[in-house]
């Protein structure tokens, strides 16, 4: 894979730990953020990204190439991986 | 003997005011209708308030949502556990039992939050994180 999969993420969201679970069970190494954890600044970068790519600000989201997957959804994970 | 000063008490969890009623005084425990939260009556100058006598506590958290699950008859699922951590996380990092799921630490996503004390469970069948369900 060119890019490296993407995960947004709040570290308090059971779905998202269960989507980065899928991934490591996967082997799929990716970049993660957890959106809650960081500082205010670096947070509303985050967030404007986050909004430009899925409209709304709800997680997990994942990007992997072209592919924007909202919520925790191993079938999409699955596809968009080809595994 | 305790005079009730206004008929109504404030809950500082869903910032709501719920009917007193007759028999109560200061320093019983109540539930909030509203939200489940147990809370200490008490009286101050501006009438009737409830505080949270185990504010912060995991036992807090759990005992208000499954009270607030038996006033609504809504069920859990096997997402409970997962969800529980991730409220006592909230209140780790950042002070209070807020929506698990969820990006802002604001009063009205105070777990049950103000849309599914609003009727989300109702119209969707479950809360934004999945806490709580309608019956099947």
């Known amino acids: 894979m060119k890019n490296k999969p993407k995960v947004y993420a709040l570290s308090t969201c059971p779905y998202c730990k269960r989507t980065k679970r899928f991934l490591d069970e996967h082997k799929i190494v990716y970049d993660c953020v957890d959106v809650d954890l960081l500082d205010d600044a670096k947070q509303d970068d985050v967030l404007e990204e986050i909004e430009k790519l899925t409209g709304k600000r709800s997680f997990p989201v994942v990007v992997i190439g072209s592919d924007i997957i909202v919520g925790h959804d191993e079938e999409k994970l699955r596809k968009a991986l080809k595994i | 003997m305790i005079v009730a000063k206004a008929e109504r008490i404030y809950c500082p969890v869903c910032q709501a005011r719920f009917k007193f009623l007759e028999g109560w005084k200061a320093g019983d425990a109540v539930i909030c209708p509203i939200c489940g939260q147990t809370l200490r009556l008490e009286s101050g100058s501006e009438g009737w ?61 105070q777990c049950p939050c103000k849309p599914t004390r609003g009727g989300d469970v109702e119209r969707n069948g479950k809360c934004y994180c999945g806490l709580f369900w309608r019956k099947p």
């Open chain 2, 49 to 109: 308030v409830g505080t949270r006598p185990e504010k912060g506590t995991e036992h807090e958290i759990r005992e208000r949502i499954d009270q607030y699950a038996k006033l609504k008859g809504y069920v859990f699922n096997e997402m409970r556990e997962e969800l529980v951590q991730g409220l006592l996380g909230k209140n780790r990092r950042f002070g209070d039992f807020y929506c698990p799921c969820r990006m802002e630490h604001v009063p009205e996503y």
